[in-house]
């Protein structure tokens, strides 16, 4: 799985980051392209290990919704989404452009982002029993629906509450973007940014590294272990981007280093949730989608960082998720190679 990943992302993405300023369009429809490398990865090798390549007349409905909702996705990137969202003017913003006069064949490339989408969301669908069964919590049931709101809400508490103690200890910080433009801007910005990154722009990693190999490790590990491997993976797989600036300037090596201090974090996190709700892809990805489109928006004191790995702590202490035992596995019939 890993060598699909990081082949198919670093191909579009070396090719993104290195283009010349124009088209910007081309640059997006690249990176875009590439954040699917994870779930590209889970699917063909699921497909690939299980020997069971057939899709089948059933998959043509998961793939008109993962289509669907990819092109709707696309079109939201119309909103100046970042402004409110704390990124305003950053080299980020400046990537996820989408000009209105952009060439006809970006818009033809970016047919090919809304075809990868379907393509992963056809395997809700597959009579391929393997892909089936890893990818069914795509699909929220009853328990990942109520569970959405607190996985919305975990962060503006966090966030918010960290302003708050930092407010009582008398520390100063910058003044979050929540406070700085009117709620009725923010609000529903946020929504349309967290659909955005839940489908395109770093949500839709979720199908590849929770819905698929963090399951896989745990065959063999706790989901500790899992998430740890995960968390470093994941940040090596932002290389490129990283290369490229699109997260700012300075030494590479300290920028990785930083920024595993808070991936890794996240990931167990991510484990947590899936684990806990016995393999929600779904949940996944709208913890994942809050986590980009928040922090920027609620983040503010230096507190947040260490209450959250606070929260991080406890969570493993008391699962225990050092325990080989405490993760959740989606088939133990799908013989799937890591």
Same mark, same amino acid.
Request: proline fraction near 5%; charge should be positive.
């Given at each position: ?5 990081? %082949? ?42 299980? $020997? ?31 402004? %409110?969202?704390?990124?305003? $003017? ?15 064949? %970006? ?10 989408? $379907? ?111 995960? #968390? ?25 280093? #930083? ?39 609620? $983040? ?39």
């Amino acid at each position: 799985m890993l060598v699909v990943t990081y %082949v198919w992302t670093w191909s579009f993405w070396f090719t993104s980051v290195n283009l010349l300023p124009d088209p910007q369009g081309l640059k997006l429809a690249l990176f875009l392209l590439g954040g699917f490398g994870p779930a590209m990865g889970g699917v063909l090798t699921l497909r690939l290990q299980s $020997g069971k390549r057939k899709v089948g007349k059933t998959a043509f409905g998961g793939f008109l919704v993962g289509a669907g909702l990819a092109i709707a996705a696309l079109a939201m990137f119309r909103f100046n989404l970042l402004e %409110v969202t704390g990124a305003s $003017g950053s080299s980020a913003q400046r990537f996820l452009d989408f000009p209105a006069n952009s060439p006809t064949y %970006v818009y033809a490339l970016m047919s090919l982002v809304v075809l990868a989408s $379907g393509f992963v969301f056809a395997s809700i669908q597959s009579n391929n029993q393997c892909l089936r069964s890893y990818f069914a919590g795509l699909v929220p049931d009853r328990k990942a629906l109520v569970l959405a709101f607190p996985v919305i809400l975990f962060f503006p508490v966090l966030l918010i509450g960290s302003n708050y103690l930092a407010d009582l200890l008398g520390m100063e910080y910058p003044q979050p973007k929540y406070l700085q433009d009117p709620v009725s801007i923010w609000l529903p910005l946020m929504f349309v940014r967290m659909f955005t990154v839940a489908m395109l722009t770093g949500g839709n990693e979720e199908h590849g590294w929770r819905g698929v190999l963090q399951p896989l490790l745990q065959r063999s590990m706790g989901p500790l272990a899992a998430a740890l491997i995960i #968390g470093v993976l994941w940040e090596l797989w932002h290389l490129p981007l990283i290369l490229g600036g699109v997260y700012g300037e300075g030494n590479i090596a300290l920028m990785i280093i #930083g920024r595993m201090l808070t991936t890794v974090p996240f990931a167990i996190l991510l484990a947590t949730i899936y684990n806990g709700t016995r393999g929600s892809i779904f949940l996944s990805v709208l913890f994942h989608a809050s986590i980009n489109s928040q922090i920027g928006l609620f $983040g503010g004191s230096q507190l947040a960082t260490l209450t959250g790995t606070l929260v991080v702590i406890a969570l493993v202490v008391v699962l225990r998720m050092w325990r080989r035992d405490s993760g959740f596995i989606p088939a133990e019939t799908c013989q799937a190679a890591r």
